[in-house]
């Protein structure tokens, strides 16, 4: 399996212009999250999938963030309308519950953002 | 939220010497992970310790577990400059499905 794949791995937008970021998880996984990283608040969970639903979306920021799983190898995390202070590292992770009885997490390379 | 907390913050030493870092949580938890990011990458899964464990290996690596303390540490013994990296504990927060991680500890390995 190629891991996690995650696209694009750099964004430069400017401020007001919708972001889509893409992430192909493991096959086989039926978990998936959206974590945010900065240097002042670390990383953070956005939200969650089990087998394509929205499990947890508590610490996605506000309503211009939104999150799609339309099947079992895709989702989105849109940006609209996006802000400087949207800029981050977006890290897609995927896991299996079933076969290590934990989550135990498998992350993209990332997709770095930059909001001008 | 921010469950775990690593300390320290920062960790500078010797090629060959050993590495300790801290991690420190506040609610009960099923399981507790360690993981590694590389600069500009994605995390590594390093290492699990559930709640009824005290102690596990992996190679050079050595994680403690004090439920009590709610703390955990993690040793990198004989430490080799390919270690430097930052380094995060998470924790499943009261059994949940969701892993939340700590601000991490930065480690460099000098030769």
């Known amino acids: 399996d190629a891991g996690v794949i995650q696209s694009p791995r750099h964004e430069v937008t400017e401020m007001g212009q919708e972001v889509t970021l893409r992430c192909k998880p493991i096959?086989?996984?039926?978990?998936l999250f959206w974590y945010r990283q900065t240097m002042m608040r670390g990383l953070e969970l956005l939200i969650y999938?089990?087998?394509?639903?929205?499990?947890?979306d508590s610490g996605m920021p506000e309503d211009r963030f939104s999150a799609k799983m339309p099947n079992a190898s895709f989702s989105t995390l849109k940006i609209q309308p996006s802000e400087p202070r949207d800029s981050a590292v977006y890290f897609c992770?995927?896991?299996?519950?079933?076969?290590?009885?934990?989550?135990?997490?498998?992350f993209g390379a990332g997709s770095r953002l930059t909001v001008l | 939220s921010q469950q775990g907390e690593e300390d320290p913050q920062a960790l500078s030493i010797q090629e060959g010497e050993n590495a300790t870092m801290n991690c420190s949580y506040k609610?009960?938890?099923?399981?507790l992970q360690w993981y590694r990011q590389n600069s500009g990458r994605g995390l590594v899964h390093l290492i699990l310790?559930?709640?009824?464990?005290r102690e596990k290996h992996s190679g050079r690596l050595r994680v403690t577990l004090d439920t009590s303390k709610k703390s955990s540490s993690l040793l990198i013994t004989a430490s080799r400059a390919a270690d430097t990296a930052s380094y995060f504990c998470?924790?499943?927060?009261?059994?949940?499905?969701?892993?939340?991680f700590g601000q991490g500890t930065r480690l460099t390995i000098n030769p």
């Open positions: 992770a995927s896991s299996s519950w079933t076969v290590s009885g934990a989550n135990v997490l498998t």
């Open positions: 096959s086989g996984h039926d978990y």
């Open positions: 999938f089990n087998n394509n639903v929205p499990i947890d």
């Open positions: 609610t009960s938890i099923n399981n």
């Open positions: 310790i559930r709640s009824n464990e």
């Open positions: 998470a924790t499943d927060e009261g059994g949940a499905q969701k892993l939340v």
